[in-house]
């Protein structure tokens, strides 16, 4: 007899705790996780631990904080010179992974399906499934990681729903410039389809590269979803802090399924949030910076062991080939690794349906949202496969 519902029949263990669980053994230095190993500006933790004393420890409205939607709004106004609601158009949640959640629950019937572009964020496929969706896959392909309009054309159809995408991208690094983003409001006006896009890395773009809002072309913004979050901007990836932006009719969908499900997310570190969203200028180049420093220092050593990178613009993970070291398997590559020089990192082709893995069998993913004395020490060991 078994209790579990038939929903979570197509859910395993994440390739993150398996690769963790190897790293251990290892000691291995893990670039393979999307979390940095030191903390967001101490001024969040003091405009935390304040309006923890000053009392605000209870339920705050389950679309959020005032004052954190307020800095939401102004956040918009400032980066995007855009107008938002703060009362209808805002919804605080608890991270984006909450926030795909609710995007997948609020309008997916069961039998609708859901576009996917691959390789994507693991969440995304058992969000739709939860919702009663049908994933329906476009690939991203190397050398450029890019989608063939042609194949993305087809996949929609009058059951499709959402598409699911997101820009800056994990685990490749490219942002969707805004011709391939038309592409894409193109086919989600002609098949009424709701745009979801993941924009957790909004601010993690270098050099040249600019970030290009699907919601900002024309008549997207009913119909987009923009999701994005504290952990990567602010380093703070367990205070589960995200929102969505979305249109007043698209907002009340998602606060439906939000308010039976978490009611509001943590009300003392939503007042930290709203302090560190209103953090100067200089605060986000000074992030930008550093991560393209990381990104320059990890990238020689991946180049001199004979891998070949994809230069990523944004995010903070470079994806490599490594066909030229004799490997051809990126889950058996990452193994090697590990148990070899110690440095753990993750196969992508846990970003694939099953369908279309072998589309990154050759390639792995590293993270480099480490301090540099990790970083420094990983390139170390790397050097011992030259
Ligand atoms: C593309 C992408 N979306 C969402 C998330 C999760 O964001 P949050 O910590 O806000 O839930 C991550 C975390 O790695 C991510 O890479």
Redesign the pocket.
């Known amino acids: 007899m078994t209790y579990q519902a038939d929903r979570l029949a197509n859910f395993g263990t994440s390739i993150f705790t398996e690769i963790a669980a190897l790293a251990d053994q290892h000691q291995a230095l893990r670039l393979s996780s ?2 940095p190993n030191t903390s967001g500006p101490n001024s969040l933790i003091e405009a935390t631990t304040v309006a923890m004393q000053k009392g605000h420890n209870q339920y705050v409205w389950s679309h959020g904080a005032g004052p954190l939607r307020d800095a939401i709004a102004r956040h918009e106004q400032r980066f995007y010179q855009r107008e938002v609601n703060p009362d209808t158009e805002i919804t605080v949640t608890a ?4 926030a ?1 959640f609710l995007s997948a629950m609020a309008f997916v019937n069961p039998g609708d399906e859901v576009i996917v572009l691959e390789p994507y ?1 693991e ?1 995304y496929v058992p969000n739709a499934e939860m919702a009663g969706g049908v994933p329906r896959y476009v690939p991203l392909r190397a050398p450029d990681w890019t989608f063939d309009p042609d194949e993305l054309a087809a996949a929609f159809n009058n059951k499709t729903k959402l598409i699911m995408l ?1 820009t800056p991208h ?1 685990p490749t690094g490219r942002v969707f410039t805004k011709a391939q983003l038309q592409i894409i409001a193109d086919l989600c006006q002609k098949w009424d389809v709701i745009a979801v896009v ?1 924009e ?2 909004e601010h993690l773009v270098y050099g040249d590269a600019q970030h290009v809002r699907l919601r900002d072309l024309p008549e997207m913004a009913d119909r987009t979803i923009t999701i994005s ?4 901007t602010f380093s703070m ?1 367990g205070w ?1 802090i ?1 929102w969505i932006l979305a249109s007043e009719a698209l907002s009340n969908a998602v606060r439906l399924v939000h308010q039976f499900t978490v009611d509001c997310a943590s009300a003392p570190l939503q007042f930290g949030c709203a302090a560190a969203l209103d953090l100067p200028d200089a605060y986000y180049a000074d992030l930008a910076n550093t991560y393209a420093q990381k990104r320059d220092l990890l990238l020689p050593t991946i180049q001199q062991i004979g891998l070949k990178p994809y230069i990523p613009d944004a995010g903070f993970f470079i994806m490599a080939d490594f066909s030229d070291l004799g490997f051809s398997d990126d889950v058996a590559f990452c193994k090697h690794l590990i148990e070899t020089v110690g440095v753990a990192t993750i196969p992508p082709s846990a970003f694939f349906s099953s369908g279309n893995k072998s589309l990154a069998k050759q390639w792995i993913r590293f993270a480099f949202c480490k301090d540099d004395a990790v970083l420094t020490a990983a390139c170390e060991r790397l050097m011992q496969l030259s």
């Open positions: 999307g979390y991270g984006a992974t909450e795909l964020f969440y997101n994990n993941d957790v890395y979050s504290m952990s990567k990836t589960r995200g």
